[in-house]
Nanobody
């Protein structure tokens, strides 16, 4: 059974940093393109960043250099470093995967999802 498991969320103060992780039980992990999404209460899920099978990255416009996506294929793990956290970053953060090359920042492009990890930022 394929599983994506996020971790690293928590409650922090504005200005602090977090590193989220997503470990996947995917065979041939390096052949999957991966993404991070988030969903705040009452809002639609939005794409944050993607990393393709070559390691190339793409970010949403709102990232403003505060988010960094990376992957470690040897550990089957995806990361999201978030710096200078703001209260508006409060959301459930999800990782997603799709086999093959993709750099789409739309949730409909991905068919594998984790359960999410909560990030809460207080001012």
């Amino acid at each position: 059974q394929v599983q994506l498991v996020e971790s690293g969320g928590g409650s922090v103060q504005a200005g602090e940093s977090l590193r989220l992780s997503c470990t996947a039980s995917l065979y041939n992990y390096r052949t999957y393109s991966l993404g991070w999404f988030r969903q705040a209460p009452g809002q639609e899920r939005e794409g944050i960043a993607t990393i393709d099978t070559y390691g190339s990255t793409r970010y949403a416009d709102f990232v403003e250099g505060r988010f960094t996506i990376s992957r470690d294929n040897a550990k089957n793990t995806l990361y999201l470093q978030i710096n200078s956290l703001k209260p508006e970053d409060t959301a459930m953060y999800y990782c997603a995967a799709i086999r093959g090359w993709s750099n789409a920042l739309v949730q409909g492009n991905y068919n594998l999802w984790g359960q999410g990890t909560q990030v809460t930022v207080s001012s």
